[in-house]
Every structure is written in structure tokens, then in C-alpha cells.
């Protein structure tokens, strides 16, 4: 069936079988098939044939598919005319050169035939113009597999660029701890264990239940809070029912990453990082505060920095319409909202 649908001249071939056929059998006056009616049939193709190439591929391209319909209608008249024409020369000169032997006429009058031609102006048409509809189809569908498999391959590509990064600096704290032999080594292995596993075989989907998603979270601020001095103020609230709500995976963690590496340096007075998580009926609010230094420049309002770009370009993926992100960038503190419906 494929074939068939690729193959242009064969449709061509198989439409003029089958309509040759049906007149054949439409034409016919008695109980069986004479040689007579197979004549008859084959005359009254001669002048349907021209006609209907004739609408295939000068009228369409010039007036229909140019949207030219009041050169369309006019013209299809005028073909049908023509049509006529070469029928009743077809049957008054040409049959007694070709079957000399047969005493052929036409014996239907001007507007009988005119239905013929255009029946098959019309028909052929429709056949034309359904092709173009699957051909279309077929290139709209595609466009979006192409689309789908550039989509995913954009996402993972944007969840690889965070993954070395958390790996990287929770590896420098291990170090820190391994050359103290800080007796909390084992548990840290042991959470940074869970964050890795997490990362490599379950945000790898494109949606993840969103208690994976807070667990992830809570790991990693306990891994955070082994480099932090003892004034910061590090806070992780979580409000509303969890139940089986799925997210993407691997969002929050860009925002939480930039909070502690700007709102816990020593530079700060009162460094501190507070998070919120708000889960209710039909959407999952985030928020994220941290404090500032003299030196920070978190160039949050105008997406700059690789994370924020990073989280930008997933969320517009992954949400188109359905989020919204609210950047506050002051002096003293950093904040950001971001609501996902």
C-alpha cells in the first residue's frame, strides 16, 4: 500500500484501469461484455484522457493552488467544453479510420456528456488534491519526529551540563573531610551515593515523582552544609500534600546550587539560604532566597550565567506557558520564584 501511494505513475496506471473497467460495464446494453463495448469504452477515453491531464497539470498549478478560484471555474468550464469537441470528433472521424469495420456513434447529447467530463475534472481533482493533504501529513509528522528527537537530545544535553558540576564540588568536599577523617566521611559517601543514583538512572526520564525530586534536594543541602560556616542559616520547608505529582527532573537544583555558592560566602554578614516548597492542587510553587556579599554579582534579571540560561531554555521545553520565573536581584539578597502549573 506504501508503494502504491509513492508511486505516481502506477495510481496513474491503476485509475485509468479501474475507470476504463467501469465504463466498460456502464456502457454495456446487453447481459455480457461484446467487443463492441470494449470499442466504445476505449473512444470514450480519448477525449476523457486529454481533459483530465489538462486539469492535472495546467489548470490546477495555474489557478487552484494559486488560489486563483475565478480563473478556476471559468477554465474547468472551458476544458469541459474542449472535451466535448474531441469526443465528437473522436466518433465522427476518427472511428471509421481506426474500426472500419464498426458502425460506432456517440448517442449521448451535449449535456450528458458534459457530465462525464465534468465528473472527471472533479473527481481527479479531489484525488490531487488528497494527495497533497497526505503528502502534508506525512511532512508535518516528520517535522515533528525531528522536532521530538531534537527536543530530547536538547534536554539531556542541558542535564549533562549540571551533573558535572554538583559531582565536582561535592567531591572537594569529601576531600576537605578525608583529609580531616571526619567521622561524618561514611554518611557523606553514602548521601552523595543516593544524589548520583538518582541523577543517572531516575532523571533520566523526562518526568519524575516530585518526592524523588525533594528527596534529591534534601541530600544535597546536607552535602552543602559540610563547607558552610557555622553563622549560616540554611532552611528547607516543604508545604502541602506530596502524593504522586511528577515534575522534570533536575530544575530546582540549578537555583539551589547558584543560593549556596553566593548566599553563603563569608563575605556575607549573615549569610543564609531559605527555601520554600509549596505543593497544591494544580500547581508546585518554588522559592529561594539568599543573602549577598559586597562582591557577588548574580546576573539573575538578566539571565546571565550558564545555570540560569540553563533553567531558562528547560523551563521554555518543558513548560511553554504553563510556568512563570520572577528574578529579584538587590544589594544585600537574591531571590526567585518560580511557579510551574
Known amino acids: 500500500m506504501k508503494r502504491i501511494l509513492q508511486n505516481r505513475p502506477l495510481q496513474h496506471i491503476i485509475f485509468w484501469i479501474t475507470s476504463y473497467i467501469f465504463l466498460l460495464f456502464h456502457f454495456s446494453v446487453s447481459n455480457s461484455i461484446l467487443e463492441i463495448d470494449f470499442i466504445y469504452a476505449l473512444l470514450f477515453h480519448l477525449s476523457l484522457v486529454p481533459i483530465v491531464y489538462l486539469n492535472l497539470l495546467v489548470l490546477i498549478p495555474s489557478f487552484l493552488s494559486r488560489k486563483r478560484f475565478w480563473m478556476y471555474g471559468p477554465s474547468v468550464l472551458a476544458a469541459a467544453a474542449l472535451g466535448i469537441l474531441l469526443h465528437i470528433g473522436t466518433f465522427d472521424y476518427l472511428t471509421d479510420w481506426l474500426f472500419s469495420d464498426y458502425y460506432v456513434i456517440s448517442f449521448y447529447n451535449y449535456f450528458t456528456?458534459?457530465?462525464?467530463?465534468?465528473?472527471?475534472?472533479?473527481?481527479?481533482?479531489?484525488?490531487?488534491?488528497?494527495?497533497?493533504?497526505?503528502?502534508?501529513?506525512?511532512?508535518?509528522?516528520?517535522?515533528?519526529?525531528?522536532?521530538?528527537?531534537?527536543?530530547?537530545?536538547?534536554?539531556?544535553?542541558?542535564?549533562?551540563?549540571?551533573?558535572?558540576?554538583?559531582?565536582?564540588?561535592?567531591?572537594?568536599?569529601?576531600?576537605?573531610?578525608?583529609?580531616?577523617?571526619?567521622?561524618?566521611?561514611?554518611?557523606?559517601?553514602?548521601?552523595?551515593?543516593?544524589?548520583?543514583?538518582?541523577?543517572?538512572?531516575?532523571?533520566?526520564?523526562?518526568?519524575?515523582?516530585?518526592?524523588k525530586e525533594v528527596e534529591y534536594l534534601h541530600n544535597y543541602i546536607e552535602l552543602q552544609r559540610l563547607r558552610l560556616s557555622a553563622g549560616t542559616e540554611v532552611r528547607f520547608e516543604v508545604s502541602g500534600e506530596i502524593k504522586d505529582q511528577k515534575i522534570a527532573p533536575l530544575l530546582y537544583i540549578v537555583l539551589v546550587e547558584n543560593a549556596f555558592k553566593h548566599g553563603a560566602k563569608a563575605a556575607s554578614a549573615n549569610p543564609y539560604v531559605h527555601i520554600k516548597l509549596q505543593v497544591e492542587a494544580n500547581s508546585i510553587s518554588f522559592s529561594i532566597e539568599n543573602s549577598k556579599g559586597k562582591i557577588d554579582r548574580i546576573a539573575g534579571t538578566e539571565a546571565g550565567g550558564i545555570g540560569l540560561q540553563n533553567l531558562r531554555r528547560r523551563l521554555s521545553l518543558l513548560y511553554p506557558d504553563k510556568h512563570t520565573l520572577q528574578i529579584t536581584d538587590l544589594s544585600n539578597r537574591f531571590r526567585v520564584e518560580l511557579e510551574i502549573h
Open 113 to 211: 456528456l458534459s457530465q462525464y467530463f465534468f465528473t472527471y475534472i472533479i473527481l481527479t481533482t479531489l484525488i490531487h488534491l488528497s494527495r497533497g493533504w497526505f503528502r502534508l501529513r506525512e511532512s508535518q509528522n516528520r517535522l515533528a519526529r525531528l522536532e521530538r528527537e531534537q527536543f530530547h537530545t536538547e534536554l539531556q544535553a542541558l542535564k549533562a551540563q549540571i551533573n558535572p558540576h554538583f559531582l565536582f564540588n561535592s567531591l572537594n568536599n569529601l576531600y576537605a573531610l578525608s583529609l580531616k577523617q571526619a567521622s561524618e566521611t561514611p554518611a557523606v559517601i553514602l548521601k552523595l551515593s543516593e544524589a548520583l543514583r538518582y541523577m543517572i538512572y531516575e532523571a533520566k526520564e523526562t518526568k519524575v515523582l516530585l518526592k
